[in-house]
């Protein structure tokens, strides 16, 4: 059982993890390099969705104190977003993956701490990857600059719960390979040897 008593700010989030900069850094266009994630989940696990919205709230309070002078913005960015939203033209800006969900953009300059179901540190960067489900301990905060005000999430830890459909399509070695026989084996020595028609295993 966790230790650690969440500040109001802070919040688990079970869902689905996409875009996955959990190893190095990147950056997005001219701002600093960061670890990001995007956290989906579902607009229907309304536990959640009250418990996402309790610390935007408390951040959202702390930061009209330390960040807008004791003023709240007459408008605010939020953080979540809603996965089912549409264009001018009525079609879907996110993809089939993100249909019924809400999604949050989490990024961090510093490293966040990546564990397994047994809380062990992931060493392996394959073993998590965006579509698995993970559970991701982000901290809320506020921002302003130059009339842009808003409730940022900061990526902090992530937990990888089990794993799901990759998003990307990329289909592990495991899935794609088959056993090496020992018929396999004698093909590829019969056509080493007579340099014959290469085998179906190398086809």
Not at 93 to 112: L, Q, T, V, W
Not at 123 to 137: A, K, M, Q, T
């Amino acid at each position: 059982m966790a230790s650690y008593t969440p500040k109001p700010t802070e919040v688990t989030i079970t869902g689905i993890g996409s875009f996955m900069n959990l190893w190095e850094p990147k950056a997005f266009g001219a701002n600093d390099p960061k670890y990001s994630m995007v956290i989906l989940f579902k607009k229907t696990d309304k536990r959640q969705v009250a418990a996402v919205k309790k610390a935007i709230d408390a951040a959202t309070e702390a930061a009209i104190d330390k960040v807008w002078k004791g003023k709240r913005p007459a408008k605010i960015n939020d953080p979540v977003h809603d996965g089912d939203e549409l264009d001018d033209n009525g079609q879907r800006i996110k993809g089939a993956e993100y249909e019924g969900m809400y999604y949050i953009n989490c990024s961090n300059r510093d490293k966040p701490g990546v564990v397994d179901q047994n809380v062990q540190p992931i060493l392996e960067r394959d073993r998590i990857y965006s579509g698995c489900v993970v559970n991701c301990f982000v901290n809320f905060y506020g921002y302003g600059q130059n009339g842009n005000n808003g409730i940022s999430a900061s990526l902090e830890n992530v937990q990888l719960v089990s794993d799901g459909k990759r998003l990307s399509g990329k289909q592990p070695a495991t899935a794609v390979f088959s056993a090496v026989t020992d018929d396999d084996l004698a093909a590829i020595d019969d056509y080493l040897e007579n340099e014959e028609e290469l085998p179906d295993y190398f086809k």
